[in-house]
Nanobody, 124 residues
Framework: QVQLVESGGGLVQAGGSLRLSCAASGRTFNSYALAWFRQAPGKEREFVAAITWNGGSTYYADSAKGRFTISRDNAKNTVYLQMDSLRPEDTAVYYC?????????????????WGQGTQVAVSS
């Protein structure tokens, strides 16, 4: 069982940066792949970025490549999403997710564990 709590969301101007954090409980944190998803009003939840259990591999949605960076600190049971060059279309609720499967953690329907979300708003 893994419990996830996101933080770091807020309001930022276009071109600015935010760093999201997701703190996880559970002694087996370092056996889970982790991911970030987002959901804008009226839209389906979409994948943003994922990282393997040891941080050795990462994977990004095209919309995130070159602007967002996912990382993890297993000693702190925390995963991060550094978001730079933010755009108004990045406005959404951002969710942290965890799954033992590298394949499943990158799909909304496949992921086992979710946080409650943190709101990110980017003004133009």
């Amino acid at each position: 069982q893994v419990q996830l709590v996101e933080s770091g969301g807020g309001l930022v101007q276009a071109g600015g940066s935010l760093r999201l954090s997701c703190a996880a409980s559970g002694r087996t944190f370092n056996s889970y792949a982790l991911a970030w998803f987002r959901q804008a009003p009226g839209k389906e939840r979409e994948f943003v970025a994922a990282i393997t259990w040891n941080g050795g591999s990462t994977y990004y949605a095209d919309s995130a490549k070159g602007r967002f960076t996912i990382s993890r600190d297993n000693a702190k049971n925390t995963v991060y999403l550094q978001m730079d060059s933010l755009r108004p279309e990045d406005t959404a609720v951002y969710y942290c997710a965890a799954d033992r499967s590298w394949k499943d953690v990158r799909t909304p329907r496949g992921t086992d564990y979710w946080g409650q979300g943190t709101q990110v708003a980017v003004s133009s």
